[in-house]
């Protein structure tokens, strides 16, 4: 009798360890619990720590607060300027409301998955090539806005969303590089202009500058020639004044009253009258016949007729 007490005793015991056991759930410092009592949520959600529930009647699930990075596969689409690309991204949110999050939606992971590929296609087709690899941060924003509005009644709060990468076709990324290399050759050429033409106004001032003052070139003609024979050359070229070539000029052509007077009709040259187009007259000697006129031959000027023993004129 006394031995079917004690195992009735320590069966009760048992039940009771077992009982108490399953009634007792530990929840985490980063978690949160959602009672369900009969599959309705049951009050407000549990707090870290030690909770009791109602073993085979309450069901107490666990919600994991942390941020979940969740990375969002490749995604092709066609830009708004026909340029097919590939990008990928990452979502950092995190759950904000446990109760919603278990009952709003079955796999709130998965629907972020799926909003977030779905958002980025969108993005893509309205967005320019330029855009997605130079204002990632303009399209960064675009995305959480539209990932973030619907998951706000899920009890889901986006933090972040970043594009990690745009992939290019290689046609593409061989037009790029052509495109860019022209640009920096476009820039070089504007530089070397400017330097070029900055160059010449200095040396324009340095050229008027050296006209106005005459010793100012004599000096820089001696700095040069001291530069140049300072490095031992054997050969020493040295520029011919101007001044000299001018006085050159001046005295190997005649002055203009010279000229005038060369050109004048009527003036004796050495005795000899000219004609009015500065052709030398010959003298004729008279030899007591009639006058003679002066024969032109066909290829030249007039030929004198001193030596003809024919008193006859000689006419063209």
């Not at 030690?50 to 995604?75: E, G, S, Y």
């Not at 033409?197 to 050296?210: D, H, N, V």
């Not at 187009?277 to 030899?287: F, K, R, S």
Request: proline share 7%.
């Amino acid at each position: 009798m006394v031995e079917d007490l004690l195992v009735a005793v320590a069966a009760a015991g048992s039940a009771g360890v077992v009982y108490l056991a399953s009634a007792v759930r530990v929840i985490k410092q980063y978690e949160r619990g959602v009672l369900f009592r009969l599959g309705r949520v049951s009050g407000d959600v549990r707090s870290p720590g030690l909770n009791l529930i109602i073993p085979f009647v309450d069901r107490l699930q666990k919600v994991n607060m942390q941020i979940v990075t969740l990375p969002v596969p490749a995604q092709e689409g066609i830009t708004r300027d026909n340029v097919t690309v590939r990008v990928d991204a990452v979502v950092y949110f995190r759950v904000v409301d446990a109760a919603s999050a278990l009952v709003k939606v079955e796999d709130y992971k998965f629907a972020v998955s799926q909003m977030a590929q779905t958002s980025l296609r969108s993005i893509i087709g309205k967005s320019d090539l330029d855009d997605l690899l130079s204002d990632r941060e303009k399209l960064n924003q675009g995305l959480e806005l539209m990932i973030d509005s619907p998951a706000v009644g899920w009890g889901i709060q986006v933090d972040r969303v970043e594009i990690k990468d745009v992939s290019l076709p290689d046609t593409m990324k061989r037009s790029m590089a052509r495109q860019a290399e022209a640009d920096r050759e476009r820039r070089a050429r504007i530089i070397n202009a400017d330097a070029e033409l900055q160059a010449s106004k200095k040396l324009a001032e340095a050229a008027q500058q050296m006209a106005e003052t005459p010793t100012a070139l004599q000096l820089r003609l001696l700095q040069t020639v001291m530069a140049v024979a300072a490095e031992k050359n054997s050969t020493l070229v040295l520029p011919i004044p101007v001044e000299l070539l001018h006085f050159l000029e001046r005295g190997g052509r005649p002055s203009a009253p010279e000229q005038d007077r060369g050109a004048a009709p009527g003036h004796t040259d050495g005795g000899r009258e000219r004609y009015a187009d500065g052709t030398p007259q010959l003298p004729v000697t008279d030899t007591g016949g009639p006058p003679q006129v002066p024969v032109i031959g066909p290829d030249g000027p007039p030929q004198s007729p001193l030596n003809s023993t024919d008193s006859t004129p000689q006419v063209p």
